[in-house]
Nanobody, 123 residues
């Protein structure tokens, strides 16, 4: 069974960097992704990647600033967030897709979710 647990959220100023981690036990041939949810909005796609390899797909709003990576021996997924903007604030969720080897941009495709990590950005 897949279990996902995020860590590393917190507060930052615009222009700063933060790194989120997702401890991903039980993952194998899963599509993985990061989503975020700002207050009062729908869950928004950030980036997806295939756990076993391949290139990630980023949302246009974060491309060039965010970097997803994975550390397979430790079953950990990372999201390095650079040049943070006010609009990047929200709760960030790690997600796993058991049905597709490469996760897509629709939250409904994902079968497993972490509890979320809050990111607060101030000017």
């Amino acid at each position: 069974q897949v279990q996902l647990l995020e860590s590393g959220g917190g507060s930052a100023h615009a222009g700063d960097s933060l790194r989120l981690s997702c401890s991903a036990s039980g993952v194998g041939r899963h599509g993985m992704g990061w989503f975020r949810e700002a207050s009062g909005t729908e869950r928004e796609f950030v980036v997806s990647i295939c756990w076993i390899g391949g290139s990630p797909v980023y949302a246009p709003s974060v491309k060039g600033r965010f970097i997803i990576s994975r550390e397979k021996p430790n079953n950990t997924l990372f999201l390095q967030m650079n040049d943070l903007k006010i609009e990047d604030a929200g709760v960030y969720y790690c997600a796993g897709n058991a049905r597709r080897i490469m996760g897509g941009p629709e939250a409904g495709e994902y079968d497993y979710w972490g509890q979320g990590a809050r990111v607060t950005i101030s000017s």
